[in-house]
């Protein structure tokens, strides 16, 4: 693909911007709480069941999903799925293999015609900081 799209000028870079034109610019990250105790990762985890959020870096939360009541999809796991009003989602979930709590990130953000690509990044990076600083407040021991 990066062969044929060079022979056009183009890049994968460029592919990538035409589908967020499309799309809008989708933006992840992720962090662990890595812990000594595993026992704090069961009460982190039993806080943000007990306690749930009402909003992540100033966006209130529209629906939250326990994963361990499991879906039509998934069989049950120990896990937290956040959706938020401006499509971000959260997940949130202990690390199988090590003594640490897992947070993914994810936001979408629209591509306006009026501000253009470049807006919408610098958007999508400054949501996808806000919301990572607010879970790492939430999610410290």
Do not use: C, W
């Not at 035409?18 to 933006?27: F, N, P, Q, S």
């Not at 806080?47 to 998934?74: F, K, M, N, Q, Y």
């Amino acid at each position: 693909m990066a062969a044929a799209l060079r022979t056009q000028g183009r890049s994968l870079l460029d592919v990538l911007d035409d589908l967020a034109l499309a799309h809008g610019v989708h933006a992840t990250d992720s962090f662990a709480v890595r812990v000594d105790d595993l026992s704090v990762i069961g009460t982190l985890m039993s806080r943000l069941r007990e306690e749930p959020p009402t909003d992540i870096g100033g966006v209130p939360v529209a629906r939250i999903d326990d994963l361990s009541e499991g879906t039509e999809l998934l069989p049950p796991t120990d896990g937290l799925r956040y959706h938020l009003q401006d499509a971000s989602r959260v997940n949130v979930r202990p690390s199988g293999t090590e003594p640490k709590l897992k947070v993914y990130l994810e936001v979408i953000v629209a591509v306006e015609a009026s501000t253009g690509l470049a807006a919408a990044q610098a958007e999508a990076r400054g949501r996808l900081d806000r919301v990572g600083a607010a879970m790492m407040r939430l999610t410290a021991p």
